[in-house]
């Protein structure tokens, strides 16, 4: 129902800045959360930052301070800026929303968690 696609990885020294993007497209749906994890080599995908509709932010401990995340309702977009890299932020970062398809008089239908496919983030020492 909503796909989601990431930009913006790459390859960055440590100290530098990267800023992903995530976009949502499909029809007729409304986005309550949209969040980013990171996966990364032989460990288990974790929770970095959300963000709810009105704007409520949290984040995992690790980035506080240093990655923020932002969206725009209009353009169905989320973004994570991320300064002051390590490498142990090395990792797939994957886009997540989690809302509800609408019909087309405004009904509530189905609810959907949706996963973008990942871009890759690495920060040399």
């Known amino acids: 129902q909503v796909q989601l696609v990431e930009s913006g990885g790459g390859l960055v020294q440590a100290g530098g800045s990267l800023r992903l993007s995530c976009a949502a497209s499909g029809v007729a749906f409304k986005i309550n959360t949209m969040a980013w994890y990171r996966q990364a080599r032989e460990k288990q995908r974790e929770l970095v930052a959300t963000?709810?509709?009105?704007?409520?932010?949290t984040y995992a401990d690790f980035v506080k301070g240093r990655f923020a995340i932002s969206r725009d309702n209009a353009k169905n977009t989320v973004s994570l800026q991320m300064n002051a890299l390590k490498p142990e932020d090395t990792a797939v970062y994957y886009c997540?929303?989690?809302?509800?398809?609408?019909?087309?008089?405004?009904?509530?239908?189905?609810?959907?968690?949706?996963w973008g496919q990942g871009t890759q983030v690495t920060v040399s020492s």
């Open positions: 997540n929303a989690i809302g509800f398809a609408v019909s087309r008089w405004g009904a509530r239908l189905s609810d959907f968690d949706s």
């Open positions: 963000i709810t509709d009105p704007g409520r932010t």
